[in-house]
């Protein structure tokens, strides 16, 4: 069974740079599949943010391209997100994912609220 | 940028009853990569239906998808009290960049 979880610091300051993980376990990243994160503001719905393959190959969402970096380490099993610049608006739990069936996501991790505050 | 526009926002129905989702896409989506979440408070989104009408891995089949175009449906034939939830469509697009987007989400209420 593929789980997912996010780990990083639930708090980071305006103007930092916000920095999660998701560990893939049940799955290995060198499988294939394009490993996503998403967000998702308080009480609002869900962005895509970027999507990575174990290959290194990326896309990102236009919208955050000059702020977001995604990484993967298939030594450790596990892919990253960095996003700079941060302010309030980017306040959100990060959900990391893989697809499934296609263009959709199958499988998901609990999410991991950031809030953006000095 | 393709948008989907969710309506209604919030349906409000009983156990028992018949709820059907809209999703309007403001252009052309493939079936192959539209797809319907169900969220509940706390939780991750869960797959519920993939290329349009393909039910995922242990989804009830009251639950159905459908639909071409600009225009899917997400049906749910008779609602449990565990179907009262938000739900999300989502499409996946591959020109002239990849791009998933979501809609806005419709909450089914318990009337």
């Known amino acids: 069974q593929v789980q997912l979880q996010e780990s990083g610091p639930g708090l980071v300051k305006p103007s930092e740079t916000l920095s999660l993980t998701c560990a893939v376990s049940g799955n290995s990243i060198s499988n294939g599949y394009y490993w996503v994160w998403i967000r998702q503001p308080p009480g609002k719905g869900l962005e895509w943010i970027a999507s990575?393959?174990?290959?290194?190959?990326?896309y990102y969402n236009p919208s955050l391209k000059s702020r977001v970096t995604i990484s993967v380490d298939t030594s450790k099993n596990q892919f990253s997100l960095k996003l700079r610049s941060v302010t309030a608006a980017d306040t959100a739990v990060y959900y990391c994912?893989?697809?499934?069936?296609?263009?959709?996501?199958?499988?998901w991790g609990q999410g991991t609220l950031v809030t953006v505050s000095s | 940028e393709i948008v989907l526009t969710q309506s209604p926002g919030t349906l409000s129905l009983s156990p028992g009853e018949r709820a059907t989702l809209s999703c309007r896409a403001s252009?052309?989506?493939?079936?192959?990569?539209l797809a319907w979440y169900q969220q509940k408070p706390g939780q991750a989104p869960r797959l519920l239906i993939y290329g349009a009408s393909s039910r995922a891995t242990g989804i009830p089949d009251r639950f159905s998808g459908s639909g071409s175009g600009t225009d899917f449906t997400l049906t749910i034939s008779r609602l449990e009290p565990e179907d009262f939830a938000m739900y999300y469509c989502?499409?996946?697009?591959?020109?002239?960049?990849?791009?998933?987007?979501f809609g806005q989400g419709t909450k089914l209420e318990i009337k």
């Open positions: 994912a893989r697809p499934g069936g296609p263009g959709s996501f199958s499988y």
């Open positions: 989502q499409q996946y697009g591959s020109s002239p960049q990849v791009m998933y987007t």
């Open positions: 990575i393959y174990h290959s290194g190959s990326t």
């Open positions: 252009q052309s989506v493939s079936s192959s990569y």
